[in-house]
């Protein structure tokens, strides 16, 4: 019996049931029930964005209506349900990205395995190559073995080895890959995270709404005719709203009718809505818990040092240093937005721009403002910072649709703009630009 021959079976066999292993780990990975668990969730969430989009258009349609007391009150219940309809489905979707990052992690796992055994295999494989490559042919006709069959054993090797090493690049091109994923699905999964705690915060903002219509029902004992005149006796002055403080984040409040002002001045810099400015600026300062309490050192650039973001930690600091050094101002006393739970801060001044943003606008800002360098903690340059980085994002086209589009870029980008998941920024900015042009034409026509 030849024993190369025999050696190069064993390989084989070995080889058979390394891609076979394979084959059952991704077979365990998407089996039934996980497929069946996720055609649930995706069925799940389907159902609930249509629930999302019903509250919207009902939502819309009583927007059109005449002041009433049933319609303001149908309004207020329609934003609560939405709200806690959008927070349901982040839940479902958190839950599918879990699903497909375990299912991820079970895939590493047993690529990491079988490169393990396709190592040994090669180590094997080498060292008997090795061996026979160190038997002189004096010794193989002494051994009394067919020459032919010596060097067809020998093509045989080399025929295993190759194969070996070509499925060594392939898994770990594969391991890569899947790792690669992994890194996609959990920045994913971060975001769903963040995307459901803000909105939590806009749901505390329409239960207080909802407070305030229980005590308009406790006022009016919902009657039309009570409901008009708490209406009436709401309406605003002119001398109301020119007192009234305009809340501004990292920056103390201002008058509302200084802060028209510093709107008015940029919109004619950009052709953007005066109201639309304000509207942004306000859910800017207004929005969950990051409100300009945090240090550059720890919620920038530790917290993305914290999370393996070196190069932008680095990036950032380098920006935040020149803006401060530029401006003569002591980079560890000034304020900056604070790291909330699911990521990190660092956003300056009213407008809330990052340091390596404000750094691409700050020639336009400077000359557009008059002020070398600007600064994103002085209201006038964080309102002009604002509306022109609005204007490149499509505001200054002045519809409702580019404005809502532009308020979404603002936030998440141009890539994730139109995704649902960011609607309600897009929702809640729009109506402050709603509340706030009732305010200019107030003023306008007093």
């Not at 094997?124 to 490559?133: P, V």
């Not at 010596?150 to 690049?169: R, T, W």
């Not at 914290?306 to 240093?321: D, H, N, R, W």
């Not at 204007?391 to 890539?415: C, F, I, V």
Request: net charge negative.
């Amino acid at each position: 019996m030849n024993p190369f021959r025999n050696l190069g079976l064993i390989f084989i066999s070995i080889i058979f049931v390394v891609l076979f292993s394979a084959q059952i780990i991704y077979a365990q990975v998407g089996g039934s029930d996980v497929a069946t668990h996720r055609a649930q969730l995706e069925s799940d969430l389907a159902v609930i964005e249509a629930e999302i989009d019903a509250q919207q258009v009902l939502l819309s349609d009583k927007q059109r209506e005449r002041v009433s007391y049933e319609r303001d009150v149908a309004i207020l219940d329609a934003q609560i349900e939405k709200a806690r309809l959008s927070i349901r489905a982040r839940d479902i979707v958190i839950q599918k990205l879990g699903q497909d990052i375990n299912g991820k992690e079970e895939v590493i796992g047993g690529l990491n395995e079988k490169l393990g055994r396709e190592k040994q295999s090669l180590a094997q494989l080498l060292r008997k190559t090795n061996e026979i490559d160190n038997i002189s042919l004096v010794e193989v006709v002494m051994g009394n073995q067919n020459l032919s069959d010596f060097f067809e054993d020998l093509d045989s090797f080399d025929s295993i080895k190759i194969a070996l090493q070509g499925s060594f690049v392939e898994i770990a091109n594969t391991k890569d890959m899947t790792q690669s994923q992994k890194r996609v699905l959990q920045g994913k999964q971060e975001e769903e995270f963040e995307l459901r705690d803000i909105q939590r915060q806009q749901k505390m903002k329409i239960e207080k709404q909802e407070a305030d219509k229980q005590a308009i029902v406790d006022a009016t004992k919902g009657v039309e005719a009570e409901y008009q005149k708490l209406i009436k006796a709401k309406e605003k002055s002119a001398a109301q709203i020119r007192t009234e403080l305009f809340t501004l984040r990292g920056s103390a409040a201002i008058p509302f009718e200084q802060a028209l002002e510093l709107a008015n001045i940029a919109s004619a810099k950009t052709d953007v809505r005066p109201a639309f400015i304000l509207g942004v600026i306000a859910e800017e300062s207004n929005l969950g818990e990051n409100v300009g309490t945090g240090t550059w050192k720890i919620d920038l650039y530790q917290c993305y040092q914290s999370i393996g973001y070196i190069t932008a930690a680095e990036k950032q600091k380098a920006a935040f240093l020149k803006i401060t050094s530029d401006l003569g101002l002591n980079p560890d006393t000034l304020p900056v937005s604070r790291k909330p739970w699911y990521g990190c801060g660092g956003a300056m001044g009213p407008a809330q721009f990052m340091p390596t943003t404000w750094a691409l606008y700050v020639d336009r800002i400077a000359k557009a403002t008059g002020h070398n360098p600007p600064s994103p903690w002085d209201n006038g340059d964080a309102f002009m910072a604002s509306a022109i980085l609005l204007m490149d994002n499509g505001a200054d086209k002045g519809t409702a649709y580019s404005e809502r589009l532009a308020a979404l870029r603002y936030l998440a980008g141009w890539k994730n703009a139109e995704k649902s998941s960011y609607a309600f920024y897009g929702d809640d900015v729009m109506a402050l630009t709603a509340k706030y042009q009732k305010l200019i034409d107030i003023l306008q026509n007093s």
